[in-house]
């Protein structure tokens, strides 16, 4: 039972720092963002956190690993709740918009967060490949359910799965990028009904798109 409790203590200080970094990631920037800082806001020694991160930069790429695995395994949970291509895709939306809102896909503010990891990963060779992994994981989880839905005649078959992927893709990144920019924030709920109302209106088959997100 020893070896359980320890792994559990474990995850739970990971996911402690990981809260805490993200957290000033957000109100002071990663460059000036200390370790000190961190432990501050995580109520830690810096021993305790070093048992379990080297350097600021380390507990950074963390924070993009598990912000890009909460969405994705969100968007596949949501997926299996589905039956069709086209409703997988509306619910993995709302899946993402909560994940959004609640903060859970990224501790703290995403979108503040999103923009300080691409400064980072324009420097830090580690947090550009990550970064390049995570794109590209979305792309082809969206283009395969693109292509099922095309498959099944529920969309254009002369529309590019991946191109279209691409689209949202670089369309969520977009919207995040203006909200980290502007403070203003983004009405996610709105922007994916909109976006799945005017996607159906030249991309799908008539009356596949009549469902939208709610």
């Known amino acids: 039972m020893c070896p359980k409790v320890t792994t559990e203590h474990e995850h739970e200080q990971r996911a402690r720092i990981l809260s805490a970094a993200a957290t000033c990631f957000f109100r002071a920037g990663v460059r000036r963002t200390t370790i000190q800082d961190i432990c501050d ?13 080297k350097a600021k930069d380390e507990i950074l790429v963390a924070v993009m690993e598990q912000s890009l695995k909460v969405s994705l395994q969100r968007a ?15 619910r993995i939306a709302v899946a993402l918009t909560e994940g959004l809102v609640s903060g859970e896909i990224a501790p703290g503010h995403s979108s503040q967060l ?3 990891v691409w400064a980072e990963a324009s420097k830090d060779d580690r947090l550009s ?16 359910l693109l292509r099922q839905a095309q498959d099944q005649g529920q969309m254009r078959a002369d529309v590019d799965a991946d191109a279209l992927a691409a689209i949202l893709v670089s369309a969520f990144d977009g919207l995040s990028l203006q909200e980290a920019i502007t403070k203003a924030r983004i009405d996610w709920r709105l922007i ?12 799908f088959t008539q009356g596949s798109a009549s469902g939208g997100v709610r």
Request: glycine share 12%.
């Open 114 to 116: 999103f923009l300080e």
């Open 76 to 90: 596949m949970t949501a997926a299996d709740t589905a039956s069709t291509p086209l409703e997988k895709l509306d």
């Open 41 to 53: 806001e995580a109520g830690l020694s810096k021993g305790g956190l070093y048992t379990y991160f």
């Open 192 to 203: 994916v009904q909109t976006l799945r109302v005017a996607i159906g209106q030249g991309m």
């Open 129 to 144: 490949v990550l970064c390049a992994r995570g794109y590209a994981q979305w792309r082809a989880f969206l283009a395969g």
